[in-house]
């Protein structure tokens, strides 16, 4: 069972970095480069892709934390 949580847990770890990295800095464009920003929230505004990949990135730091819970119970 261990085994299979730390395999579970190499594979959520990968999806979360490239999750993560497929975010858009806050100081992107040519506002970024004076401070102004976007003017969005982190999660209002913005399309509807930022939004669900906001969401995704947030399901899989959850699911990460609880497995990594239960990984210290286990083991």
């Given amino acids: 069972m261990y085994t299979l949580l730390a395999v579970l847990q190499v594979f959520i770890a990968v999806v979360l970095v490239l999750l993560i990295l497929m975010h858009s800095g806050r100081d992107t464009g ?3 480069a004076f401070g102004v ?3 969005s929230g982190p ?3 913005g399309s509807l892709v930022e939004r669900n990949l906001n969401r ?3 399901g899989f730091a ?3 934390a609880l497995n990594t819970v239960l990984m210290l119970r286990l083991g």
Avoid: K, P, R
């Fill in 62 to 64: 959850i699911v990460f």
């Fill in 43 to 45: 999660f209002g505004g």
């Fill in 56 to 58: 995704w990135t947030i």
């Fill in 30 to 32: 040519l506002s970024g």
């Fill in 37 to 39: 920003g976007t003017g």
